[in-house]
T-cell receptor, first 115, second 114 residues
Framework: DSGVTQTPKHLITATGQRVTLRCSPRSGDLSVYWYQQSLDQGLQFLIQYYNGEERAKGNILERFSAQQFPDLHSELNLSSLELGDSALYFC??????????????FGNGTRLTVT | AQKITQTQPGMFVQEKEAVTLDCTYDTSDPSYGLFWYKQPSSGEMIFLIYQGSYDQQNATEGRYSLNFQKARKSANLVISASQLGDSAMYFCAMRFQGAQKLVFGQGTRLTINP
């Protein structure tokens, strides 16, 4: 058990809808990362938050947004969903902001299916 | 640009044999970390082992060891005495000093045969 909690585990929704994915980082970790894993794109970095502030952005679509709350949990909001958004969405956390020797600890992921 | 390459899309190994999963990387940064993750069919990403670019010795964690050859820019994962439960996708990843994200390779699907 990595200590990172993601809910829900599975989500099935229709095109055009909006969903919210939730993540609680490991105790003591200030950084939260969101990744998308799809068959054709592999693991893609979406966004990072550190202690409540956005730290880095990757390949995140404008239809997607995220935030980190004062209690350090994070939410990823996906709107105007398209079939191509179907993927496994991971949250990960780490102690440090950008240290190269700090591993990311991943949650179990939320599998999103858009129909 | 930094890049991670895993050249083996799939590998099949007999139980109890040792297996080496290849990973090469490309960077001009002197400070970086190399990581291996395991993703079973259930989907979770499990951190296995870490190697720092300045580490003099190869990292080991139980049955996992990292064959780090800095001059060749390779960081191969070695699993000794493979078990059926080792069947999974394995990802090599890299993180650079000052960089926020972990960059992943495409992964190698390892299948252990009884």
């Amino acid at each position: 058990d990595s200590g990172v909690t993601q809910t829900p585990k599975h989500l099935i929704t229709a095109t055009g809808q909006r969903v919210t994915l939730r993540c609680s980082p490991r105790s003591g970790d200030l950084s939260v990362y969101w990744y998308q894993q799809s068959l054709d794109q592999g693991l893609q970095f979406l966004i990072q938050y550190y202690n409540g502030e956005e730290r880095a952005k990757g390949n995140i679509l404008e239809r997607f947004s995220a935030q980190q709350f004062p209690d350090l949990h994070s939410e990823l909001n996906l709107s105007s969903l398209e079939l191509g958004d179907s993927a496994l969405y991971f949250c990960a956390s780490s102690v440090t902001r950008d240290s190269h020797n700090s591993p990311l600890h991943f949650g179990n992921g939320t599998r999103l299916t858009v129909t | 640009a930094q890049k991670i390459t895993q050249t083996q899309p799939g590998m099949f190994v007999q139980e109890k044999e040792a297996v080496t999963l290849d990973c090469t990387y490309d960077t001009s940064d002197p400070s970086y970390g190399l990581f291996w993750y395991k993703q079973p069919s259930s989907g979770e990403m499990i951190f296995l082992i870490y190697q720092g670019s300045y580490d003099q010795q190869n990292a080991t964690e139980g049955r996992y060891s990292l064959n780090f050859q800095k001059a060749r820019k390779s960081a191969n994962l070695v699993i000794s005495a493979s078990q059926l439960g080792d069947s999974a996708m394995y990802f090599c990843a890299m993180r650079f000093q000052g960089a926020q994200k972990l960059v992943f390779g495409q992964g190698t699907r390892l299948t252990i045969n009884p």
